[in-house]
Structures are given as C-alpha cells and as structure tokens.
C-alpha cells in the first residue's frame, strides 16, 4: 500500500503543530486510500544542519542525519504541516528537510499551514523548497486560522468549513503518490 507520513513542522516546548499533525493523521486514516504515519521531527533530535558534506552526495556522517534519512525514505509521498514564522516556514522543518535530498526526489507532497494569514505565505515558501527537492507539491492545500481553528490560540478545533480543506488535498496527492512510483523507477533504472 502507499505510505504516506505526515511531518510535524515544529520542535518547540508547547508547540501546537503536533495537534494539527495529530489531526490530519486522524482525518487521512479514515480514508483508507493509503497507509499515514505521523512523522515527528523532535524524535530525530536534528541539530542546526551539521553535516559536511551536501545532502545530494548521501554521505553521511551523524547518526542523526542516517536515522532520519532512513526514515524518509520508507515513504512514498508527504504531508507537511507548518505554521508560519516570519512570513516563512518554521525554522524547524526547514532544518530538517535541508538534511536530506535524495530521499524526498520523485515523490508526491500535501501541505497544511496553519497562522494568521492561514500560513499561505510559509506553504508557498516551502513550495519552493520542494521544488528544488524535485517534490511533486499538489495544489489543494489544508489551511487553517489560529483566529478560528485554535481554541485560545493553543488547541486545534477546526471549524467545519476549515476542516474541509484538507479531502481536496488529499484526493490529489493519493494519484500524485502512486503515478510517481513509475518515474522513481525509470530514475532508479537509469541509474
């Protein structure tokens, strides 16, 4: 079946992303279309990128860096949920997906943001992180106010019209996610 994680975006003490990650799983479980699994980035412990060597060579040194390049690679497609920071993506997530390269090509990604502006502007920043990744990032994205979808700004409680936003992004990115297993294998076959 294809696997599909869904990457927290944050690390911090408190940090709300978990309960929206949380959610999404939840949501995206009851489809039944793919196998999800919650990927958090505080369990990899990814110190402030600290490998010598750039991600596309895959020579890597930590075994931070392998346990979480190991990890991404189980997987045939992503869900990465980000607030916004300074009108970006959080510096966390940003971090950790700078470790890896190879290990995201060829494959499909939905995105979530969540902020006051909806995290429009940190989705379309990692958008073009992705792309660089050679990511395949659907359209439909999950979007979310901390004015109307946090319980005092701190508990995820999505509003029925909110809520909404997250089946188109997944009906897109489950195809994405299988149609790129062929291109993954002419580029392994080329290789």
């Known amino acids: 079946m294809t696997k ?13 992303n978990k309960g929206v990650a949380e959610w999404v799983l939840a ?31 895959q020579n890597y040194q930590n075994d931070h860096t392998k346990a979480w390049a190991a990890k991404i ?28 390269n190879v290990e995201f090509n060829n494959k499909a990604a939905g995105l979530v943001g969540y902020g006051s502006a909806f995290g429009v502007r940190a989705v379309e920043h990692l958008r073009g992180i ?11 994205t999950g979007m979310f106010s901390l004015f109307t979808d946090f319980e005092n700004f701190s508990t995820f409680k999505p509003t029925e019209l909110q809520a909404a936003s997250l089946a188109p992004m997944l009906d897109q990115l489950v195809p994405w996610t299988r149609a790129l297993q062929s291109v993954r294998e002419e580029a392994m076959a080329a290789a």
Do not use: C, W
């Not at 599909?4 to 709300?16: D, E, V």
């Not at 980035?41 to 990128?49: G, T």
């Open 27 to 57: 949501q995206a479980q009851l489809r039944g279309d793919a196998d999800y699994e919650l990927v958090d980035i505080a369990d990899f412990k990814l110190p402030v990128l600290d490998e010598a060597y750039p991600a596309g060579f």
């Open 73 to 100: 690679a189980e997987f045939d497609g992503y869900i990465f949920v980000t607030g916004e920071y300074n009108h970006s993506v959080q510096p966390a997530l940003a971090n950790a997906i700078s470790y890896l």
């Open 130 to 140: 992705l792309s660089e990744l050679q990511v395949a990032h659907v359209q439909k």
């Open 4 to 16: 599909i994680a869904i990457i927290t975006g944050s690390t911090r003490p408190g940090r709300i």
